[in-house]
């Protein structure tokens, strides 16, 4: 099937992802752990939002359900104008393989595939055209055309997530998803690739949430998502005050300027 | 872009996917390899029927004398007919050979068995046999190329032949060039030659044209034909009935199915066992790159993309596996047919195999077998794999292991298929639906391995920690981390030491029944009889001279004379045998139904039956059974059921003044039993009687325990295949649990590093890795041992009897089970040997950081 780029929500202030009164429950030994308990948050496209909490607040199962590898057990996910949560499991991955891209924390890359064919992996999948032009392309910009033909257990950790990157936004997602990006690596390696990041994805003007621990990052983003308890219980933009309970998030700075 | 990473993950493990297709090429090879011995046994036998049945539509046959000469002219004059005189000889110098006599009348043959040409040729085939020759030269036969080549004869030349161990010399007098290659292996073997030179050697010679075996009719398929076939049947006399021709292409079907579905179930075994090696690579490929997998998930591949992604790899090295195994099973085919054909003409009857038939048929039966197999190997982990979570991806562990998750759900189905297996076995549904019922009892058992591992492992850790220390504690944890594979492993040597135990428990009940049969049966002191050319077939006469002779022997207390009669036309054939049929006699058999009192009250007008003839045709005391006499069809009332195995076809057994009866003229005893006086050594008795045989008939003549060792020589000969078949079963599972131990040491790579990288000693490692195989092999023994014993009583009680209808004692012998766990531990120690080294010698640092 031909690939078309993904439709970026395009009028400010349309929401790239909004989830609504969210609940998600595991069993966990005889009964039930409730992770997230009619959370709500919401971004507008076009911005880098970071979402924090303690370990086990529920960060990964908000990535779950935004990338639609899981589904609520109430309330709505909604990404780039689709309900995810009306999908059936094969609609929601064929959606994530066209919407959403996702950086993990540990790279993950194929180690059968070279540093080219992980980056054009899903523009093949989808038998888009050029893909390796594009692939090709993206490499460069983050710093490796000339290890275009090598296999990953020959990148260092650092090189490893730039190769990542390239490939999440290789089929022009609506939403980027990153878990952690800079968690395995060293401060300064980190920071690079943060910088790196946040700079082609504000070229594209695409959208971002990262899953962060480090606090000092929070600068850098237009919005931020604290979990706790099972909701998002405060949302705080750069400077701005708290407005309650499951609010929405505003924007409280503008956004950064783009970076040539 | 996913078969390209597959296709670079399976190159990058080259030693395990060479493994998998070693284990898919040995099971297909050894279903091919029988399939091909089976087919060409069958299309050498169906080769020589038609070479000797020819264009024949029908056949006049008779009860146990033949029927008579003087027939042949009156038939002729009512339709196309040839008279046909058939038996076996030895050459004199190559007594281990047999040759097929085919007595022709050369004037009548030429439309019958158009290979052999027509009369007044100058001896060459094609040009046709050399009719005044043939009338005129004693002892004229031809024969083809290709056997005068074997025999080491040409046209002219003279050779020693034995018929029912009596010299007769045949002389060469003309060469069969057969058209093509079918008819060259139709004619191997075989001696054609002038009826009257035939009636002559085999004792058929008398007034009024003697006795033939059968006249050949040619019959048009009209009105006309039907007409003639009336006439024909208006002229036989009792005791000759007319059948179709084709009513013998079955007969030898029928005769080897059951042995043939034997061979056939025991060859499927490696196959079975094959299926675990698919399953323990796929499922290591599988966990292996668990997070890979939950990559391609979390980027958006789908579910079925990722089931279809590890069928396409199973079926990419099972394509491999399967190419190699044809070529493999069609090597090993060229010297298993020599046993097959071998193990045939000792219990049913002759064949020549000149060498092995490729049959597409076989070919791709055993490409579908190996791509079969490949496929059903890949579903558990294929699906694994397609469940694998999304967010996985996102974690550092790769998640539980799901087979120690559900390891009490499989055990209990496993429980359920057993008993489904059990259930099957019981029901009286066939043959083929028993070894269904023997496999599902396999698989559910192998089911319940996971959980029983895991059981062991817990048992054995704190054992083995106080025998070996921490090394032998980390042995049986190991076991219990790398379930998957370790169990898997345990299950595929466990199902092939099963099968192992299973068979030799067969076996050794089989031998040992026979051997107590033998006993029983066998009190004479001295036997006497004519070289059989089939072993369990009589036929063979003793000369009269040479029985007056035996029987005014000095020391001689008894003398028991034996009759049998292989009664050839009818379907399928079965030995009519008559003894003197006393209460001494009597007493001997073994009673399955009725008594020996019954059998001698009413041995003038009933017969008794062995037992595989009572199951064959549901016969039993009580009711009767039609044979087809040189009187004409007599309906025996059936006194008593016994049990003999010296024959699957079946016997029925009358009193010698009964059989007089019903036979036009009777050529004497095919064998004599002689019983010593008292102070009579038997030894004594043997030398007198080979001495009294010198100059007259070439017989054997042997002591009781001297017949008693020769047929077991034969039973053990008949099982060679089995045991090379069960051999070859264990060698796939050794490859399974070598190829199941390499991908556990390389799942652990890391963590021996750092056991190593602390400070673990390298022959420390290998300790443990050897301990743990040890320990695997211990546990497969153990798990095979009661899996056996079920595979032995199924193929005791179930199997055998629906195969060949003997009921056989269960014996099970100690070292048989001792021996089953020695051989699980020392395969799965020598499997251990090379991951142990080869993890004991890799550098620390290479492996953490390859790891």
Same mark, same amino acid.
């Given at each position: 099937?031909?690939?078309?780029?993904?439709?970026?929500?395009? $009028?400010?202030?349309?929401d790239?992802f909004a989830l609504a009164d969210v609940t998600r429950?595991?069993?966990?030994?005889?009964?039930?752990?409730?992770?997230l308990?009619?959370a709500s948050m919401a971004?507008?496209?076009?911005?880098?939002?970071?979402?924090?909490?303690?370990?086990?607040?529920?960060?990964?199962t908000i990535l779950n359900l935004l990338s639609g590898m899981d589904r609520p057990d109430a309330g709505t996910v909604t990404v780039a104008?689709t309900r995810l949560d009306a999908l059936?499991?094969?609609?929601r991955?064929?959606f994530?393989?066209?919407?959403?891209?996702?950086?993990?924390?540990?790279?993950?890359?194929?180690?059968?595939?070279?540093?080219?064919?992980?980056?054009?992996?899903?523009?093949?999948?989808?038998?888009?055209?050029?893909?390796?032009?594009?692939?090709?392309?993206?490499?460069?910009?983050?710093?490796?055309?000339?290890?275009?033909?090598?296999?990953?257990?020959?990148?260092?950790?650092?090189?490893?997530?730039?190769?990542?990157?390239?490939? $999440?936004?290789?089929?022009?997602? $609506?939403l980027?998803?990153?878990?952690?990006?800079?968690?395995?690596?060293?401060?300064?390696?980190?920071?690079?690739?943060?910088?790196?990041?946040?700079?082609?994805?504000?070229?594209?003007?695409?959208?971002?949430?990262?899953?962060?621990?480090?606090?000092?990052?929070?600068?850098?983003?237009?919005?931020?998502?604290?979990?706790?308890?099972?909701?998002?219980?405060?949302?705080?933009?750069?400077?701005?005050?708290?407005?309650?309970?499951?609010?929405?998030?505003?924007? $409280?700075?503008?956004?950064?300027?783009?970076?040539? | 872009?996913?078969?390209?990473?597959?296709?670079?993950?399976?190159?990058?493990?080259?030693?395990?996917?060479?493994?998998?297709?070693?284990? /898919?090429?040995?099971?297909?090879?050894?279903?091919?390899?029988?399939?091909?011995?089976?087919?060409?046994?069958?299309?050498?036998?169906?080769?020589?029927?038609?070479?000797?049945?020819? !264009?024949?539509?029908?056949?006049?046959?008779?009860?146990?004398?033949?029927?008579?000469?003087?027939?042949?002219?009156?038939?002729?004059?009512?339709?196309?007919?040839?008279?046909?005189?058939?038996?076996?000889?030895?050459?004199?110098?190559?007594? &281990?050979?047999?040759?097929?006599? =085919?007595?022709?009348?050369?004037?009548?043959?030429?439309?019958?068995?158009?290979?052999?040409?027509?009369?007044?040729?100058?001896?060459?085939?094609?040009?046709?046999?050399?009719?005044?020759?043939?009338?005129?030269?004693?002892?004229?036969?031809?024969?083809?190329?290709?056997?005068?080549?074997?025999?080491?004869?040409?046209?002219?030349?003279?050779?020693?032949?034995?018929?029912?161990?009596?010299?007769?010399?045949?002389?060469?007098?003309?060469?069969?060039?057969? #058209?093509?290659?079918?008819?060259?292996?139709?004619?191997?073997?075989?001696?054609?030659?002038?009826?009257?030179?035939?009636?002559?050697?085999?004792?058929? %010679?008398?007034?009024?044209?003697?006795?033939?075996?059968?006249?050949?009719?040619?019959?048009?398929?009209?009105?006309?034909?039907?007409?003639?076939?009336?006439?024909?049947?208006?002229?036989?006399?009792?005791?000759?009935?007319?059948?179709?021709?084709?009513?013998?292409?079955?007969?030898?079907?029928?005769?080897?199915?059951?042995?043939?579905?034997?061979?056939?179930?025991?060859?499927?075994?490696? =196959?079975?066992?094959?299926?675990?090696?698919?399953?323990?690579?796929?499922?290591?490929?599988?966990?292996?790159?668990?997070?890979?997998?939950?990559?391609?998930?979390?980027?958006? +591949?789908?579910?079925?993309?990722?089931? !279809?992604? +590890?069928?396409?790899?199973?079926?990419?090295? &099972?394509?491999?596996?399967?190419?190699?195994?044809?070529?493999?099973?069609?090597?090993?085919?060229?010297?298993?047919?020599?046993?097959?054909?071998?193990?045939?003409?000792?219990?049913?009857?002759?064949?020549?195999?000149?060498?092995?038939?490729?049959?597409?048929?076989?070919?791709?039966?055993?490409?579908?077998?190996?791509?079969?197999?490949?496929?059903?190997?890949?579903?558990?982990?294929?699906? #694994?794999?397609?469940?694998?979570?999304?967010?996985?991806?996102?974690?550092?562990?790769?998640?539980?292991?799901?087979?120690?998750?559900?390891?009490?759900?499989?055990?209990?189905?496993?429980?359920?298929? %057993?008993?489904?297996?059990?259930?099957?076995?019981?029901?009286?549904?066939?043959?083929?639906?028993?070894?269904?019922?023997?496999?599902? +009892?396999?698989?559910? +058992?192998?089911?319940?391995?996971?959980?029983?591992?895991?059981?062991?492992?817990?048992?054995?850790?704190?054992?083995?920690?106080?025998?070996?220390?921490?090394?032998?504690?980390?042995?049986?944890?190991?076991?219990?981390?790398?379930?998957?594979?370790?169990?898997?492993?345990?299950?595929?040597?466990?199902?092939?030491?099963?099968?192992?135990?299973?068979?030799?428990?067969?076996?050794?009940?089989? !031998?040992?029944?026979?051997?107590?049969?033998?006993?029983? /049966?066998?009190?004479?002191?001295?036997?006497?009889?004519?070289?059989?050319?089939?072993?369990?077939?009589?036929?063979?006469?003793?000369?009269?001279?040479?029985?007056?002779?035996?029987?005014?022997?000095?020391?001689?207390? !008894?003398?028991?004379?034996?009759?049998?009669?292989?009664?050839?036309?009818?379907?399928?054939?079965?030995?009519?045998?008559?003894?003197?049929?006393?209460?001494?006699?009597?007493?001997?058999?073994?009673?399955?139904?009725?008594?020996?009192?019954?059998?001698?009250?009413?041995?003038? #007008?009933?017969?008794?039956?062995?037992?595989?003839?009572?199951?064959?045709?549901?016969?039993?005391?009580?009711?009767?059974?039609?044979?087809?006499?040189?009187?004409?069809?007599?309906?025996?009332?059936?006194?008593?059921?016994?049990?003999?195995?010296?024959?699957?076809?079946?016997?029925?057994?009358?009193?010698?003044?009964?059989?007089?009866?019903?036979?036009?003229?009777?050529?004497?005893?095919?064998?004599?039993?002689?019983?010593?006086?008292?102070?009579?050594?038997? #030894?004594?008795?043997?030398?007198?009687?080979?001495?009294?045989?010198?100059?007259?008939?070439?017989?054997? /003549?042997?002591?009781?325990?001297?017949?008693?060792?020769?047929?077991?020589?034969?039973?053990?000969?008949?099982?060679?295949?089995?045991?090379?078949?069960?051999?070859?079963?264990?060698?796939?599972?050794?490859?399974?649990?070598?190829?199941?131990?390499?991908?556990?040491?390389?799942?652990?790579?890391?963590?021996?590093?750092?056991?190593?990288?602390?400070?673990?000693?390298?022959?420390?490692?290998?300790?443990?890795?050897?301990?743990?195989?040890?320990?695997?092999?211990?546990?497969?023994?153990?798990?095979?041992?009661?899996?056996?014993?079920?595979?032995?009583?199924?193929?005791?009680?179930?199997?055998?009897?629906?195969?060949?209808?003997?009921?056989?004692?269960?014996?099970?012998?100690?070292?048989?089970?001792? &021996?089953?766990?020695?051989?699980? /531990?020392?395969?799965?120690?020598?499997?251990?040997?090379?991951?142990?080294?080869?993890?004991?010698?890799?550098?620390?640092?290479?492996?953490?950081?390859?790891?």
């Amino acid at each position: 099937m031909p690939h078309s780029p993904s439709p970026i929500p395009g $009028a400010a202030g349309a929401d790239a992802f909004a989830l609504a009164d969210v609940t998600r429950r595991y069993r966990e030994g005889g009964g039930w752990r409730t992770v997230l308990d009619g959370a709500s948050m919401a971004m507008p496209a076009g911005r880098i939002g970071a979402l924090v909490g303690p370990s086990g607040a529920g960060k990964s199962t908000i990535l779950n359900l935004l990338s639609g590898m899981d589904r609520p057990d109430a309330g709505t996910v909604t990404v780039a104008g689709t309900r995810l949560d009306a999908l059936s499991e094969r609609e929601r991955t064929l959606f994530r393989r066209t919407h959403i891209g996702f950086v993990f924390q540990f790279y993950n890359l194929v180690p059968t595939l070279t540093v080219e064919e992980n980056v054009r992996f899903l523009l093949d999948l989808a038998r888009a055209p050029d893909a390796r032009g594009r692939a090709a392309a993206l490499l460069a910009r983050v710093g490796l055309a000339d290890r275009a033909g090598a296999f990953p257990d020959r990148l260092s950790g650092g090189e490893q997530q730039r190769v990542a990157i390239a490939r $999440a936004l290789a089929h022009d997602p $609506a939403l980027v998803l990153a878990d952690e990006p800079t968690g395995d690596l060293d401060a300064a390696t980190g920071l690079r690739v943060l910088d790196l990041l946040e700079e082609v994805t504000r070229e594209r003007g695409g959208t971002l949430l990262m899953v962060t621990h480090d606090r000092s990052l929070l600068d850098r983003v237009d919005v931020v998502f604290e979990l706790s308890e099972g909701r998002v219980v405060e949302s705080e933009g750069r400077g701005a005050k708290g407005e309650g309970t499951d609010a929405r998030i505003a924007p $409280a700075t503008p956004p950064l300027a783009p970076r040539p | 872009m996913l078969a390209r990473s597959s296709r670079r993950y399976l190159t990058r493990h080259p030693w395990l996917t060479a493994l998998a297709v070693v284990g /898919v090429a040995v099971g297909v090879a050894v279903g091919v390899a029988v399939d091909l011995a089976n087919a060409s046994a069958l299309r050498a036998f169906a080769l020589s029927g038609e070479a000797l049945t020819g !264009r024949a539509t029908h056949r006049v046959v008779g009860g146990p004398g033949g029927i008579p000469g003087s027939l042949a002219a009156p038939l002729a004059r009512v339709a196309q007919a040839a008279p046909v005189v058939e038996g076996a000889v030895r050459p004199a110098r190559d007594p &281990g050979r047999v040759l097929t006599v =085919l007595g022709v009348d050369p004037f009548a043959e030429a439309d019958f068995r158009p290979f052999l040409g027509r009369p007044g040729g100058d001896g060459r085939g094609g040009a046709g046999l050399d009719a005044p020759a043939f009338l005129t030269v004693p002892g004229a036969v031809a024969l083809s190329e290709g056997t005068a080549a074997a025999l080491g004869v040409a046209a002219g030349d003279t050779l020693g032949l034995r018929v029912d161990g009596r010299p007769v010399t045949a002389r060469v007098v003309g060469l069969i060039a057969p #058209e093509d290659e079918r008819s060259a292996s139709a004619l191997d073997g075989l001696f054609v030659a002038d009826v009257a030179t035939a009636q002559e050697w085999f004792g058929l %010679a008398g007034a009024g044209g003697g006795r033939l075996s059968r006249i050949d009719l040619i019959l048009p398929d009209d009105a006309a034909g039907d007409a003639a076939l009336a006439r024909v049947r208006a002229l036989l006399p009792a005791g000759a009935e007319v059948r179709p021709a084709s009513d013998q292409a079955g007969t030898l079907a029928t005769m080897t199915a059951a042995f043939r579905l034997n061979l056939t179930a025991l060859s499927r075994l490696a =196959l079975v066992v094959g299926l675990f090696l698919i399953y323990n690579t796929v499922t290591f490929a599988v966990v292996q790159r668990r997070r890979v997998l939950a990559t391609y998930r979390a980027l958006g +591949v789908t579910r079925g993309e990722t089931f !279809r992604l +590890v069928l396409a790899e199973s079926l990419a090295v &099972g394509t491999v596996g399967t190419a190699l195994g044809l070529a493999l099973g069609v090597w090993l085919g060229t010297g298993l047919v020599r046993l097959v054909t071998q193990t045939v003409t000792d219990l049913y009857f002759v064949v020549h195999v000149r060498e092995l038939a490729l049959d597409p048929g076989s070919l791709a039966r055993g490409a579908l077998l190996g791509l079969g197999a490949s496929a059903l190997g890949a579903i558990l982990p294929g699906w #694994e794999a397609a469940a694998t979570a999304p967010a996985t991806a996102l974690r550092r562990s790769t998640g539980e292991d799901r087979l120690a998750a559900n390891a009490g759900r499989l055990a209990a189905g496993g429980g359920l298929l %057993a008993a489904l297996g059990g259930a099957v076995l019981a029901l009286p549904w066939g043959l083929a639906a028993a070894f269904v019922g023997l496999l599902l +009892v396999i698989l559910g +058992v192998a089911l319940a391995v996971p959980l029983v591992t895991r059981a062991f492992a817990r048992i054995a850790a704190p054992v083995a920690g106080a025998v070996l220390g921490p090394v032998g504690r980390m042995a049986a944890r190991g076991i219990e981390t790398g379930l998957s594979r370790t169990a898997v492993a345990v299950a595929a040597l466990a199902v092939a030491v099963a099968a192992t135990v299973g068979v030799s428990t067969m076996v050794t009940s089989f !031998r040992t029944t026979v051997e107590e049969w033998l006993t029983s /049966v066998l009190q004479s002191d001295v036997y006497v009889s004519p070289p059989a050319t089939v072993f369990r077939r009589g036929g063979a006469v003793l000369d009269s001279a040479l029985v007056a002779r035996l029987s005014a022997l000095p020391g001689v207390a !008894r003398t028991d004379a034996v009759r049998v009669r292989t009664l050839d036309a009818e379907q399928p054939p079965f030995d009519l045998v008559a003894v003197r049929l006393d209460a001494t006699r009597a007493g001997l058999y073994r009673y399955l139904d009725g008594s020996a009192e019954a059998a001698v009250a009413r041995r003038d #007008e009933a017969v008794l039956v062995s037992e595989p003839f009572a199951r064959r045709n549901g016969v039993w005391a009580g009711d009767s059974v039609t044979v087809l006499t040189d009187a004409g069809r007599r309906a025996l009332p059936v006194s008593a059921v016994y049990a003999d195995f010296g024959n699957d076809l079946g016997v029925v057994l009358l009193d010698e003044a009964l059989l007089a009866r019903f036979v036009a003229d009777d050529p004497g005893p095919t064998g004599l039993a002689l019983t010593a006086a008292p102070g009579t050594a038997p #030894e004594a008795l043997v030398a007198r009687a080979r001495a009294a045989a010198d100059g007259v008939q070439t017989v054997d /003549v042997r002591s009781n325990r001297a017949l008693r060792e020769a047929s077991l020589e034969v039973f053990d000969r008949t099982f060679v295949v089995t045991q090379v078949l069960r051999l070859l079963a264990v060698g796939v599972a050794f490859v399974g649990v070598l190829s199941a131990l390499m991908a556990l040491m390389l799942e652990r790579r890391r963590e021996l590093a750092m056991l190593r990288a602390q400070g673990m000693l390298p022959g420390e490692m290998r300790a443990m890795v050897v301990a743990q195989t040890a320990l695997m092999g211990l546990l497969a023994g153990l798990v095979a041992l009661p899996l056996g014993l079920v595979l032995a009583a199924g193929l005791v009680y179930v199997v055998n009897v629906r195969s060949f209808g003997w009921t056989l004692a269960f014996v099970v012998s100690p070292g048989v089970l001792v &021996g089953a766990v020695a051989l699980a /531990v020392g395969a799965a120690v020598v499997a251990g040997l090379y991951p142990a080294w080869a993890m004991a010698r890799t550098p620390p640092a290479e492996a953490l950081r390859d790891g």
